[in-house]
């Protein structure tokens, strides 16, 4: 196995993780080209609630000032809804002391401020270009751009494509082997997310999140007149829905009677995006070949709100182990290993605590019991929660 060349790094995708990547090792003096297929700003289905964790990587980035700038300010408060409709209060400073806060952040805009810190920093991004295929010829990946007839290559890439990873489609439909056997090492969820903006008139941007049989929902306003409507349904719920916001808020969101009074004052402004076949929050896979960050390396519980920063977080280890990797001189294969290693280290214990919560959570039966015992651990559990 060869040392790995100092060619450009190749990033694919530039959604958080991507980005992240890429302005941490720009800060750290790689070249790097990053590919997307989308065309910047662009859309995408998310809950929009930036946890605290998620602050000290967009400042060591040197893109807080800026994401603050353009937020409708600190989210402090947090109410779980059980599917009786009692309420539990969480606030932001009990997750982290030093950014106490978290965000409401529109994707449209964060996703296109991380792309142009990383292209001020020199990183060449090809935008409205797709990899269709990847193949690894000794040391070195050749990338196939679906409108480029030359290959990008390198010793080192980083796939940061998101949770339907290209990259690993391909491997599944046998183009190319990225991974072995993935079926074997995937839990498949089969949940299906929807989410739309809403005209509401609110003075809080307090995040609220409501259980009901067959999923949960949150309402998380982004501007004094605008909502992200979020919603986690099981696939037996989402196919009785029939179309149309009124209907899919009747079966669903509404059955719970504290989110009735917010929804009475929501007025669809955009249709809704909906994705499904989303992988559930698993063990870290032993079998990628490619280093790979955000959702492409594991898809976070939604439930938890720590997607966004577990793809900043993933984009920023990534880079560090990749600059480390070329100092000690490993091969591409060595620095995956190295990199799996500190992942687990990091998030391992973590992970666990989040698919743990929301069984605990969402358990109809469990949450009678314990939303009037658990107030008092709050503070604590939300510290545990880091
Ligand atoms: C219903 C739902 C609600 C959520 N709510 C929240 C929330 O409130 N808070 C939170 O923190 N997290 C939330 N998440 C999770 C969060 O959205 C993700 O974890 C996060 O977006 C992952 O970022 P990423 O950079 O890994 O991937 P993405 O943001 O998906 O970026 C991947 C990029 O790769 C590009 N790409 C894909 N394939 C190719 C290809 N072949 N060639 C080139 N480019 C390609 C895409 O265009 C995209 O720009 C939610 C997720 C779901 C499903």
């Not at 990547?21 to 609630?49: N, S, T, W």
């Not at 990199?339 to 009678?368: A, C, D, E, N």
């Amino acid at each position: 196995m060869k040392r790995m060349e100092k060619t450009s790094i190749l990033i694919c995708g530039g959604g958080l993780g991507g980005s992240a990547c890429a302005i941490h090792l720009a800060q750290l003096g790689y070249p790097v080209i990053l590919v997307d297929k989308a065309c910047f700003p662009r859309k995408k289905l998310c809950g929009e609630f930036l946890g605290p964790d998620a602050m000290p990587i967009l400042d060591s980035l040197g893109v807080l000032k800026s994401v603050l700038s353009v937020s409708n300010g600190p989210v402090q408060n947090i109410y779980l809804y059980n599917a009786a409709g009692k309420r539990l209060h969480i606030r932001t400073n009990w997750i982290r002391k030093d950014y106490p806060y978290a965000l409401a952040q529109p994707r449209m805009v964060l996703d296109n401020l991380l792309l142009n810190k990383a292209k001020t920093l020199g990183v060449q991004v090809i935008e409205d270009q797709s990899i269709i295929a990847c193949e690894q010829v000794d040391d070195l990946f050749f990338l196939t751009l679906n409108s480029s007839p030359e290959k990008l290559s390198s010793s080192c890439i980083v796939d940061a494509s998101g949770r339907n990873s290209r990259l690993s489609a391909l491997s599944r439909r046998g183009e190319v082997s990225l991974r072995d056997s993935p079926k074997k090492h995937h839990y498949i969820e089969k949940h299906v997310g929807i989410q739309c903006h809403l005209r509401i008139n609110t003075e809080t941007n307090d995040l609220s999140m409501f259980f009901f049989k067959g999923g949960y929902g949150g309402i998380q306003p982004i501007s004094n007149e605008i909502a992200n409507l979020c919603l986690w349904l099981t696939p037996e719920l989402a196919q009785k829905i029939p179309l149309g916001l009124p209907a899919l808020l009747e079966a669903s969101i509404s059955q719970n009677p504290a989110a009735r009074p917010f929804l009475t004052r929501l007025e669809t402004i955009e249709p809704f995006e909906t994705a499904a076949g989303l992988h559930q929050l698993h063990l870290l896979e032993k079998s990628k070949k490619i280093i790979s960050v955000g959702d492409a390396q594991l898809t976070v519980e939604p439930f938890s709100g720590f997607g966004m920063s577990h793809a900043l977080r993933t984009g920023v280890l990534a880079a560090e182990c990749i600059h480390h990797a070329f100092n000690q001189g490993y091969s591409y294969q060595e620095s995956l290993a190295f990199y799996t290693t500190r992942y687990q280290q990091v998030f391992g214990k973590h992970l666990v605590s989040l698919r743990l919560g929301r069984h605990f959570l969402s358990s109809p039966i469990l949450q009678k019991c314990l939303w009037p015992i658990l107030p008092p651990f709050l503070p604590f559990l939300t510290a545990l929660y880091r």
